[in-house]
């Protein structure tokens, strides 16, 4: 599918970080696109910035994910391009013990309910109701394609650090997520695609403590620093362009692996 001026596109979490890079690449391209995101007015900055459509969405609830679709189909048009990026993070071990008292404290169990729910849930949501709309529109080219949804995962579904129980599992049921979706819109001429990023300049990275960046950034290979928004925008791009890349999850992450803690 070549990226150009026919095409739309809906970027979650597009206001900053790996969805802004993806966003801006895409309307690099000519693309349409369309926001999704809690950041009112950062993403209606970015919006306005790369000619866009900005819209207030919060990916883990139903009813305001159908909002979301409406106000920006009604003004760019059905997607074709679907890229999942909303997500959040959290560090809570699946027991703790405290330090002061000793006392043996399980996971909060609402706290991991939110992540599951936004990162996991919220990932599917949005792809899933893409993929009806573009269900209804004809073919883009002779293969019979309709549509193409990328959905981010993370290394730690593979390599979870200590405290990462509740995130690795919701990127791990993403990168799970890949295959049986693919299989479920084969037939539709919809493809799925998964990017596993690594350590990349984003806001959950950039609000960490010099030494901790520092440390994680001593485990990943060549180049050794982090990875940069556009960087991962040039693998959604590939992803949307090679057509014959259809359930597959890709690393990027200059080799790293996650160190314990």
């Known amino acids: 599918?070549?990226?150009?001026?026919?095409?739309?596109?809906?970027?979650?979490?597009?206001?900053?970080?790996?969805?802004?890079?993806?966003?801006?690449?895409?309307?690099e391209h000519g693309v349409r696109v369309g926001i999704f995101d809690m950041n009112e007015e950062r993403g209606q900055s970015v919006a306005k910035d790369i000619g866009g459509v900005f819209a207030r969405v919060d990916v883990s609830d139903n009813a305001s994910v159908d909002a979301g679709f409406a106000a920006v189909r009604e003004q760019i048009g059905q997607e074709r391009i679907m890229v999942n990026c909303a997500g959040i993070g959290g560090g809570i071990k699946t027991v703790a013990r405290r330090r002061d008292t000793g006392e043996i404290v399980p996971h909060d169990v609402e706290k991991y309910i939110r992540i599951i729910n936004i990162?996991?849930?919220?990932?599917f949501l949005c792809a899933s109701k893409s993929a009806a709309g573009m269900m209804s529109f004809d073919p883009t080219d002779p293969d019979g394609e309709r549509g193409i949804i990328v959905n981010t995962a993370s290394v730690a579904a593979q390599d979870g650090q200590i405290g990462q129980?509740?995130?690795s599992s919701s990127k791990g049921g993403i990168l799970a997520m890949a295959l049986p979706m693919a299989r479920d819109l084969a037939r539709e001429g919809i493809r799925v695609n998964t990017i596993l990023p690594g350590f990349y300049?984003?806001?959950?990275?950039?609000?960490?403590?010099?030494?901790?960046?520092?440390?994680?950034?001593?485990?990943?290979?060549?180049p050794n620093r982090f990875g940069q928004p556009n960087e991962y925008a040039q693998v959604v791009q590939f992803m949307?362009?090679?057509?014959?890349?259809?359930?597959?999850a890709i690393r990027t992450d200059a080799g790293a692996r996650m160190p314990p803690r």
């Open 119 to 123: 990162n996991l849930i919220g990932s």
């Open 201 to 222: 300049e984003t806001p959950i990275y950039e609000q960490m403590k010099p030494e901790v960046k520092e440390a994680l950034r001593a485990h990943v290979q060549f």
């Open 240 to 248: 949307v362009e090679h057509a014959y890349i259809n359930a597959e």
């Open 165 to 167: 129980v509740a995130y």
């Open 1 to 27: 599918m070549k990226l150009d001026s026919s095409l739309s596109a809906i970027v979650t979490g597009g206001a900053s970080g790996l969805g802004e890079g993806t966003a801006r690449m895409l309307a």
